[in-house]
């Protein structure tokens, strides 16, 4: 099978502003890439041209097998149930449907919500609701994952234990995934590559060797560069 993702000169205009300006960039099969850059650097509008949102576009940019994409606000729909939002993408003939709920029901199940099959989205928390959202992009066993800052909206200790979900996820059905956050920390916890985008391209790269689950001190001296990337120094943050 192909690699999932395989960028080429790709340069996104609106208007006669350039926002991706001939960028490079390969995902290989099951691995999970860390996507930071300052804000209005072109994050979303890369995800959104993978995700196939957006093709008015030059270059290349080839994306092989099923792409899942979660944004930062988990998009439900209020008047269906929480299982039916969790099987609503998904490419239906009446033999598969009949399985649907049975699909959906396992998917909660992974995300620690199989007793709020029933729910209606409103009734959720802001994390719940979140992981309805990741069951409804995994059930669909995508060979590419798109996350466009899904924890940007939760609380910190919320926030954590989704990093410990998203990794145990990603384990599990081993799609590529391409992560796009503002944290750096949570880039370091859970990627085996780092790119930072700028000016429109990539303008580097960290790959993350160590072993998981990861602690916070594993990647001082990475944290340190990827922070200089952005134009952060540690003594701005003291
Ligand atoms: N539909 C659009 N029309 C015009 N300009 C747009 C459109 N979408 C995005 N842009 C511009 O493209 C630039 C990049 O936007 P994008 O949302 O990709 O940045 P980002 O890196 O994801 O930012 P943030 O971190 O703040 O979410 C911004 O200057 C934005 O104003």
Redesign the pocket.
Known sequence: MARPVTVSGLT?R??D?T??NGLELTIERGEFVALL????????????VLAGL?DDIEGTAEVEGTVSVAFQQPRLLPWRRVWRNVVLGLRRDGASRANDRALAERALGEVRLADHADDWPLTLSGGEAQRVSLARALVREPDLLLL??PFGALDALTRIAMHGLVEDLWRRHEPAVLL?T?DVDEALLLADRILV?GEGRIVSEHVLGLPRPRALTDHVEVRARVLEDLGVTESALA
Do not use: A
Not at 37 to 48: E, N, V
């Open positions: 996104k609106f208007g502003r926002v991706l850059g300052r804000s209005g650097s072109g994050k979303s509008t890369l995800l959104r957006d466009d800052e796009v503002h985008l």
